[in-house]
């Protein structure tokens, strides 16, 4: 036995397909978006970044730090400017989620080659006078990562 469609039915086929599955995908993100507390990632409060329980340690030693009277966790880890700031945070958005969603996150925390290279410009430019100072009186190398000998200062 053979089914056919009648013609007229034909072209309402693929947008019903597509209406549903754009549907689901849109269902799905409101309610991770949701579920995850999504907006509070778009604003500079440090209390989102502990809504992960692995983030609470750093939250904490943050608190702790000199650096929790004086900054929040964006003016470290993002970029400045609007578009740098929350194109940053939403490639480090979707991996964090990727990885949470999957179950694969290392149990400590590893910093991207990219992470990186954002947090020690921000420790440059924020402690430029103290840097230059430094480089200016010792053979400092260009190299030398501000937390090779600061590792706990912005999260005890």
Known sequence: MRIT?????????????????????????????????GASYLSNDPKACANCHVMREHF????????GKVAVCNDCHTPPGLIPKYNTKAIN?????????????????IITDRNFRVT???????????V??????????GDVACISCHRTVGHM
Request: positive net charge; proline residues 4%.
């Open 5 to 37: 469609i009648p013609s007229k039915r034909r072209g309402t086929v693929a947008p019903l397909l597509f209406g549903i599955t754009l549907g689901a995908l849109l269902g799905i993100g409101l309610y991770t978006f949701g579920y995850a507390r």
């Open 60 to 67: 904490s030693g943050w608190m702790k730090s000199s650096h």
């Open 93 to 109: 958005g979707f991996f964090h989620s990727l990885a949470f969603t999957t179950g694969r996150f290392p149990d400590e925390i």
């Open 120 to 130: 020690e410009s921000a420790c440059l430019k924020c402690h430029a006078e103290i």
């Open 132 to 141: 230059q100072s430094i480089r200016a009186t010792r053979e400092h190398r």
